[in-house]
């Protein structure tokens, strides 16, 4: 079986690119402009990643929110990376989500990704 991401780099049906990474709108999005920033090298981590990779990752992060700010107009943003099948990886070739926020799109978004799970000690920040 081949890797969806993988498939991405024969289609090239990406909304933006550079030299080692490319980022799509997420099939499965959390909030509307959902969108994903994958590298065109398959690995599972971003533990993984080169140094130059990790700089491609960034500049698509802050181009992406450079197009949703302009189409969708969110509030916030989360950014977040699963890595391993016990943080919920299910596509094994990494994948970093940025994830426009909306006022309202949670009834109480205090401590942003703390929701996961109910945490081991209380976060009052």
């Known amino acids: 079986m081949g890797c ?5 780099l024969d289609n090239k049906a990406y909304i933006m690119e550079n030299e080692l990474a490319f980022a799509i709108y997420d099939n499965f999005p959390v ?21 130059d990779e990790v700089i491609a990752f960034n500049d698509l992060i802050k181009r992406a929110k450079g197009l949703l700010d302009s189409r969708f107009s969110p509030d916030g943003y989360n ?12 596509i094994f070739h990494l994948h970093i989500h940025v994830i426009p926020r909306y006022v309202g799109d949670v009834e109480n978004p ?16």
């Open 79 to 90: 950014i977040g990376v699963n890595i391993g099948e016990a943080a919920g990886q299910t």
């Open 110 to 125: 205090r401590g942003g990704i703390r929701k996961l799970k109910k945490p081991i000690i209380e976060y009052d920040g």
């Open 4 to 8: 969806i991401f993988c498939d991405y």
């Open 31 to 51: 909030n509307k402009g959902h969108m994903l920033i994958i590298p065109k090298r398959h690995f599972a981590s971003c533990f993984d990643a080169t140094p």
